[in-house]
């Protein structure tokens, strides 16, 4: 004779089986949203994604819009597309200025990553900085569930990138981390899986390339492209000299004649361009210092600075940095990929973690 009910032994395995299946068919998400580049780690695989948050967009009858391009695709179309054709980017300064773009990127990104979600929506696990508002943050969530999430947590970037560069979150001790982002500067000291103090400047690579653009028009009257002055950045940038006295040949269209220009741009006349966004990059790391609880500065002057973000790539930031803040400063080995990573680690451990989740 069949029982009427399973026994509690059966309803556990039943639940092993349900989550095996439920993975065999949708992939649990984590996604750095970051106003330079999306970062997606899938569940059991690590990360999937890693584009440039760029929508390339074609305008139609009714005043509607139609994708055109997503991530690398649609980065290399910027400044060269047709007059109906605009490439743009949906995130600005670390929060969604267009949130039927920021959806479509998520959409598409999510597509490339052969993510399976016919029977399952996934959860998802997206970080947002420290302080966005309500609206903000129901904003980030509404833009996954339109790319199909199922279940959405927010986490603070900030410890997402703790969690990934290693730093011990958990203990009762002080970790000081610095994200230099695209559109955003980050500090945070962190302890007992929490942010003790954090602080966010609107500085970033974006304005790194910005201050670039400037210089080469004030300079050599020649008028370049963000695209442009993002590879001077990568070519020459350095925030220290570094003996190798890199050079890069560079063509925009003169500002007097209004025709194709070519100009040489050094390592030096770069550095000193960066010095101002640094600076006040420094400038944000020693106010964190000055405001360190008393109980956790020992701490921070034994581990030091941890630095991630796509700014941490800038040659010898980190001596810069320590030596204007006067502490050890470490780049994390993945610094583009840490905050995914360790909001991967946060969705493979949701339970015990579900604290820094929300």
């Not at 690590?46 to 695709?73: H, L, M, Q, T, W």
Request: glycine content about 12%.
């Amino acid at each position: 004779m069949l029982s009427s009910w399973p026994s509690e032994g059966l309803l556990q395995k039943g639940g092993l089986v349900f989550s095996s299946f439920r993975r065999m068919f949708s992939s649990d998400l984590a996604i750095d949203l970051g106003t330079a580049n999306t970062v997606i780690y899938a569940s059991g695989r690590g990360v999937v994604c890693s584009e440039p948050s760029v929508v390339a967009v074609e305008s139609v009858e009714g005043g509607k819009r139609r994708v055109v391009a997503v991530g690398n695709e649609a980065k290399g179309m910027l400044g060269r597309t047709p007059e109906k054709i605009v490439a743009l980017r949906p995130l600005r300064g670390g929060v969604i200025a267009d949130f039927e773009l920021t959806g479509e990127l998520l959409r598409h990104l999510v597509a490339k990553t052969g993510q399976r979600g016919r029977f399952f929506r996934p959860r998802v696990v997206i970080c947002v900085p420290h302080g966005v508002s309500e609206v903000e943050r129901r904003a980030v969530r509404e833009s996954a569930e339109a790319a199909g999430a199922g279940e959405v947590f927010l986490i603070e970037e900030s410890m997402g990138a703790a969690i990934g560069a290693g730093l011990p979150v958990s203990e009762p001790s002080g970790s000081l981390l610095l994200d230099i982002g695209g559109g955003t500067s980050e500090v945070a000291i962190i302890s007992l899986k929490g942010i003790v103090y954090s602080h966010t400047i609107r500085v970033g690579g974006d304005k790194m390339d910005e201050a670039i653009v400037n210089h080469v028009r004030r300079t050599h009257n020649i008028l370049i492209g963000e695209r442009t002055a993002e590879q001077i950045k990568i070519a020459v940038g350095s925030a220290l000299p570094t003996g190798e006295e890199l050079a890069i040949e560079v063509t925009g269209r003169d500002v007097v004649q209004g025709a194709p220009q070519t100009a040489v741009i050094t390592e030096e006349e770069i550095r000193e361009v960066l010095l101002e966004p640094l600076w006040q990059i420094v400038g944000m790391v020693r106010g964190a210092l000055e405001r360190i609880p008393p109980e956790l500065a020992s701490d921070v002057v034994e581990r030091g600075v941890m630095v991630t973000g796509g700014g941490a790539l800038l040659r010898r930031v980190d001596e810069f940095l320590a030596v204007h803040v006067q502490l050890p400063v470490t780049v994390a080995a993945d610094p583009i990929s840490v905050v995914a990573i360790g909001a991967g680690t946060v969705l493979d451990n949701l339970e015990s973690l579900r604290d820094m989740a929300s």
